[in-house]
């Protein structure tokens, strides 16, 4: 059965990836303002990453560090909110998991757990809304406990590294009931086109997840004549820094 953050949404999927920021626009990526500017765009999907803070609030930031943002060298986990809101305020304001779950009540939320001291509190967080919302994380350990943590309610999902790389591994040697068990449970994949020599993205892996009722959604396309060509592959969701250029591109 198809999970409702996948219906009702225009196909294919663009997926803002931590919001939109534009050229000459100051304002940082996954802040509140850039999350508006998506929603703005006509983007129904944003995708955006949780760390928390020193005392406890889950926050939409994806390094482990202020440093590169603003310039702070401290990791987010040493930082509370009120100050993290200082730092933020002149680069397009914090966004919190629940604001933003709450100011945008018609965005379709993709998370990525970054630190698993917030696995627990993003699946609490996202438990009343987890038809609009997918987690997944690079640590399947920390979608596990993010998902668990939201029972009994279910958001969609999409897996880690260690399940992926058994999925192309098994794709790649033709092993399809492998394949279609590590499918089994899953919503989507989402997956750059290689990681380095190898292809992730072939037309048996996006057939065999299709026949296990699966979506693969690629990252992160900028360019607009490849999200062309990877939709006409098949693919069903670009995942982008250009959701206003993707928009454009595929709906047109």
Aim: proline content about 5%.
């Amino acid at each position: 059965m198809t999970h409702p953050y996948l219906l009702g949404a225009a196909h294919p999927r663009v997926l803002a990836h931590r919001g939109l920021v534009v050229p000459d626009q100051h304002i940082a990526e996954n802040s509140f303002a850039a999350i508006a500017a998506a929603h703005a765009a006509g983007a129904e999907y944003v995708e955006s990453d949780c760390h928390v803070t020193s005392d406890g609030h889950v926050v939409l930031f994806h390094d482990e560090t202020l440093e590169r943002v603003t310039g702070d060298p401290r990791a987010v986990r040493d930082v509370p909110l009120r100050e993290l809101e200082q730092q933020m305020a002149a680069r397009g304001g914090l966004a919190t998991l629940a604001q933003s779950l709450e100011s945008f009540p018609g965005t379709r939320f993709n998370l990525d757990v970054k630190a698993a001291a917030a696995a627990v509190g993003v699946g609490r967080l996202v438990a009343e809304d987890a038809h609009r919302v997918l987690v997944t994380s690079f640590s399947d350990d920390r979608r596990r406990i993010a998902l668990a943590a939201a029972a009994p309610a279910r958001p969609a999902t999409s897996p880690g590294s260690r399940t992926l790389t058994r999925l192309v591994a098994a794709v790649g040697a033709g092993i399809r009931p492998v394949a279609m068990r590590l499918l089994d449970g899953l919503d989507a994949l989402q997956i750059p086109e290689r990681q380095g020599i190898i292809q992730v993205l072939t037309p048996r892996l996006i057939r065999w997840a299709h026949e296990a009722g699966v979506e693969i959604h690629v990252w992160t396309i900028n360019d607009p004549q490849r999200m062309r060509d990877l939709v006409a592959m098949g693919v069903d969701g670009i995942v982008t820094d250009r959701a206003d250029v993707a928009l454009e591109t595929l709906t047109r």
